[in-house]
Protein backbone atom coordinates (compact mmCIF):
# COMPACT_ATOMS: atom_id res chain seq x y z
CA UNK A 1 0.00 0.00 0.00
CA UNK A 2 1.34 3.19 -1.04
CA UNK A 3 2.13 5.96 1.68
CA UNK A 4 -0.81 7.88 0.55
CA UNK A 5 -3.25 5.35 0.51
CA UNK A 6 -2.08 4.50 3.87
CA UNK A 7 -2.55 7.96 5.13
CA UNK A 8 -6.77 8.34 3.07
CA UNK A 9 -6.74 4.48 5.06
CA UNK A 10 -6.08 6.20 8.82
CA UNK A 11 -7.84 8.68 8.22
CA UNK A 12 -11.07 7.26 7.33
CA UNK A 13 -10.55 4.75 10.56
CA UNK A 14 -10.17 7.98 12.66
CA UNK A 15 -13.19 9.63 11.80
CA UNK A 16 -15.36 6.36 11.77
CA UNK A 17 -13.73 6.03 15.35
CA UNK A 18 -14.70 9.21 16.26
CA UNK A 19 -18.40 9.09 14.95
CA UNK A 20 -18.93 5.72 17.14
CA UNK A 21 -17.84 7.14 19.86
CA UNK A 22 -19.74 10.26 19.57
CA UNK A 23 -23.17 8.11 19.01
CA UNK A 24 -22.71 5.83 21.61
CA UNK A 25 -22.10 9.17 24.03
CA UNK A 26 -24.94 10.83 22.98
CA UNK A 27 -28.41 10.05 24.96
CA UNK A 28 -31.06 8.04 23.66
CA UNK A 29 -34.67 9.60 24.05
CA UNK A 30 -38.14 7.85 23.85
CA UNK A 31 -41.37 9.60 24.70
CA UNK A 32 -44.91 8.04 24.61
CA UNK A 33 -48.55 9.64 26.08
CA UNK A 34 -49.79 8.79 29.41
CA UNK A 35 -53.22 8.16 30.59
CA UNK A 36 -54.05 11.93 31.99
CA UNK A 37 -56.18 9.99 34.73
CA UNK A 38 -53.93 7.97 36.09
CA UNK A 39 -51.78 8.27 39.26
CA UNK A 40 -48.34 8.13 38.57
CA UNK A 41 -45.48 8.48 41.30
CA UNK A 42 -42.36 10.22 39.55
CA UNK A 43 -40.50 11.11 42.93
CA UNK A 44 -41.41 12.51 46.23
CA UNK A 45 -43.26 15.53 45.19
CA UNK A 46 -46.77 16.79 45.79
CA UNK A 47 -47.85 16.62 42.39
CA UNK A 48 -50.82 16.79 39.64
CA UNK A 49 -52.54 13.61 41.18
CA UNK A 50 -52.22 14.95 44.49
CA UNK A 51 -54.30 18.30 43.33
CA UNK A 52 -56.20 16.55 41.40
CA UNK A 53 -57.63 14.26 44.18
CA UNK A 54 -57.42 17.05 47.37
CA UNK A 55 -59.70 19.21 45.39
CA UNK A 56 -62.25 16.45 44.26
CA UNK A 57 -62.67 15.21 47.52
CA UNK A 58 -63.12 18.22 49.41
CA UNK A 59 -65.28 20.59 46.85
CA UNK A 60 -67.65 17.19 46.83
CA UNK A 61 -68.01 17.36 50.85
CA UNK A 62 -68.37 21.45 50.68
CA UNK A 63 -71.14 20.90 48.75
CA UNK A 64 -72.88 18.27 50.62
CA UNK A 65 -73.02 20.11 53.77
CA UNK A 66 -75.63 22.07 55.26
CA UNK A 67 -74.46 25.74 54.86
CA UNK A 68 -75.58 25.14 50.81
CA UNK A 69 -79.08 24.13 51.73
CA UNK A 70 -78.81 26.77 54.70
CA UNK A 71 -78.30 29.86 52.00
CA UNK A 72 -80.62 28.99 49.40
CA UNK A 73 -83.71 29.05 52.10
CA UNK A 74 -83.18 32.21 52.82
CA UNK A 75 -82.40 33.61 49.62
CA UNK A 76 -85.54 32.19 47.53
CA UNK A 77 -83.67 28.88 46.58
CA UNK A 78 -80.32 31.30 44.47
CA UNK A 79 -77.25 29.82 44.23
CA UNK A 80 -74.09 31.26 46.01
CA UNK A 81 -72.11 33.22 44.68
CA UNK A 82 -68.42 32.22 45.52
CA UNK A 83 -64.71 33.67 44.90
CA UNK A 84 -61.70 31.36 45.57
CA UNK A 85 -58.59 33.28 46.86
CA UNK A 86 -55.12 31.20 45.88
CA UNK A 87 -54.22 28.43 48.00
CA UNK A 88 -51.17 29.73 50.48
CA UNK A 89 -48.55 27.28 50.57
CA UNK A 90 -47.03 26.47 54.25
CA UNK A 91 -45.04 23.52 53.13
CA UNK A 92 -40.91 23.96 52.91
CA UNK A 93 -41.30 22.80 49.29
CA UNK A 94 -42.05 24.44 45.76
CA UNK A 95 -45.47 23.41 45.50
CA UNK A 96 -47.71 24.26 42.41
CA UNK A 97 -50.23 26.12 44.41
CA UNK A 98 -52.08 27.23 41.28
CA UNK A 99 -53.01 23.93 39.62
CA UNK A 100 -54.49 23.05 43.21
CA UNK A 101 -56.54 26.37 43.30
CA UNK A 102 -57.73 25.47 39.32
CA UNK A 103 -58.68 22.50 40.39
CA UNK A 104 -60.68 23.94 43.29
CA UNK A 105 -62.17 26.50 40.81
CA UNK A 106 -63.22 23.90 37.83
CA UNK A 107 -64.68 20.96 41.20
CA UNK A 108 -66.94 24.48 41.91
CA UNK A 109 -68.11 25.60 38.37
CA UNK A 110 -68.88 22.18 37.07
CA UNK A 111 -71.44 21.31 40.27
CA UNK A 112 -73.57 23.64 38.98
CA UNK A 113 -74.66 24.34 42.96
CA UNK A 114 -72.74 27.83 43.00
CA UNK A 115 -72.57 30.90 40.93
CA UNK A 116 -68.64 31.57 40.83
CA UNK A 117 -66.72 35.37 40.56
CA UNK A 118 -63.60 35.38 38.27
CA UNK A 119 -60.98 37.13 41.11
CA UNK A 120 -58.20 36.75 38.66
CA UNK A 121 -60.04 38.58 35.69
CA UNK A 122 -61.30 41.48 37.30
CA UNK A 123 -58.64 44.22 36.44
CA UNK A 124 -59.22 43.21 32.52
CA UNK A 125 -62.84 43.33 33.15
CA UNK A 126 -62.77 46.37 34.52
CA UNK A 127 -59.82 47.69 31.83
CA UNK A 128 -62.61 45.80 28.89
CA UNK A 129 -65.64 48.33 30.66
CA UNK A 130 -63.68 51.53 30.57
CA UNK A 131 -62.27 50.80 26.76
CA UNK A 132 -66.66 50.45 25.73
CA UNK A 133 -67.25 53.51 27.72
CA UNK A 134 -65.03 55.30 26.42
CA UNK A 135 -67.17 56.16 22.67
CA UNK A 136 -64.92 53.89 21.15
CA UNK A 137 -67.66 51.34 20.81
CA UNK A 138 -70.97 51.36 19.60
CA UNK A 139 -73.52 52.46 22.72
CA UNK A 140 -76.03 49.97 21.61
CA UNK A 141 -73.52 47.07 22.39
CA UNK A 142 -71.39 49.06 25.37
CA UNK A 143 -71.73 47.12 28.77
CA UNK A 144 -72.49 48.77 31.47
CA UNK A 145 -70.32 49.51 35.07
CA UNK A 146 -71.76 48.71 37.82
CA UNK A 147 -73.98 44.98 37.32
CA UNK A 148 -70.86 42.95 38.57
CA UNK A 149 -72.25 40.26 40.89
CA UNK A 150 -71.03 40.63 43.89
CA UNK A 151 -69.39 37.68 45.94
CA UNK A 152 -71.53 36.05 49.17
CA UNK A 153 -68.33 33.86 50.36
CA UNK A 154 -64.83 33.78 50.02
CA UNK A 155 -63.13 29.93 49.82
CA UNK A 156 -59.23 30.47 51.41
CA UNK A 157 -57.25 27.72 52.40
CA UNK A 158 -53.29 26.61 52.80
CA UNK A 159 -50.82 23.72 52.94
CA UNK A 160 -48.87 22.22 55.02
CA UNK A 161 -46.81 19.44 55.09
CA UNK A 162 -44.26 17.24 57.75
CA UNK A 163 -41.57 15.07 56.59
CA UNK A 164 -40.25 12.21 58.82
CA UNK A 165 -37.12 9.48 57.35
CA UNK A 166 -35.11 7.08 58.17
CA UNK A 167 -32.32 5.06 56.42
CA UNK A 168 -34.04 4.55 53.07
CA UNK A 169 -37.88 4.82 53.92
CA UNK A 170 -39.63 8.50 54.21
CA UNK A 171 -42.38 9.15 54.56
CA UNK A 172 -44.45 12.83 53.50
CA UNK A 173 -47.91 14.09 54.93
CA UNK A 174 -49.37 17.14 53.18
CA UNK A 175 -52.43 18.20 54.91
CA UNK A 176 -55.34 21.00 52.79
CA UNK A 177 -57.31 23.11 54.96
CA UNK A 178 -60.14 24.97 53.13
CA UNK A 179 -62.46 27.28 55.06
CA UNK A 180 -65.70 28.95 53.42
CA UNK A 181 -66.24 32.54 55.29
CA UNK A 182 -69.49 34.93 54.70
CA UNK A 183 -68.26 38.71 52.67
CA UNK A 184 -71.60 39.80 54.51
CA UNK A 185 -71.31 38.96 58.59
CA UNK A 186 -67.64 37.19 58.26
CA UNK A 187 -68.82 34.01 60.07
CA UNK A 188 -67.06 30.88 58.49
CA UNK A 189 -69.60 29.06 57.07
CA UNK A 190 -67.91 25.56 56.53
CA UNK A 191 -64.35 24.39 57.09
CA UNK A 192 -62.61 21.19 56.52
CA UNK A 193 -59.04 19.27 55.96
CA UNK A 194 -57.97 16.47 53.83
CA UNK A 195 -54.40 14.25 54.37
CA UNK A 196 -52.39 12.98 51.40
CA UNK A 197 -50.05 10.49 52.93
CA UNK A 198 -47.42 9.02 51.01
CA UNK A 199 -44.40 6.95 51.54
CA UNK A 200 -41.26 6.22 49.52
CA UNK A 201 -38.59 3.89 49.97
CA UNK A 202 -35.24 3.97 48.24
CA UNK A 203 -32.37 1.14 48.61
CA UNK A 204 -28.28 1.60 48.97
CA UNK A 205 -28.89 5.81 49.10
CA UNK A 206 -29.76 8.60 52.00
CA UNK A 207 -32.31 10.72 50.97
Not at 61 to 72: D, I, T
Request: net charge positive; hydrophobic share 35%; with cysteine.
Amino acid sequence: MSRLKSMIFRRICLVATVALAASACTPSFQGEYADPGKAEIVDDKWNETDARKTAEHMIKGMLEKPWLEGYKSGHRNAKPVVVVMDVENRTDEHLDVKQLTDYIQDELINSAKVRFVNKEARQKILDELKYQQSGAVNKATAKKEGRAIGADFILSGNITSSVHQMDGLKTVDYQTNLTLTSIETQEIEWSTKYEVKKRFKRSGASW
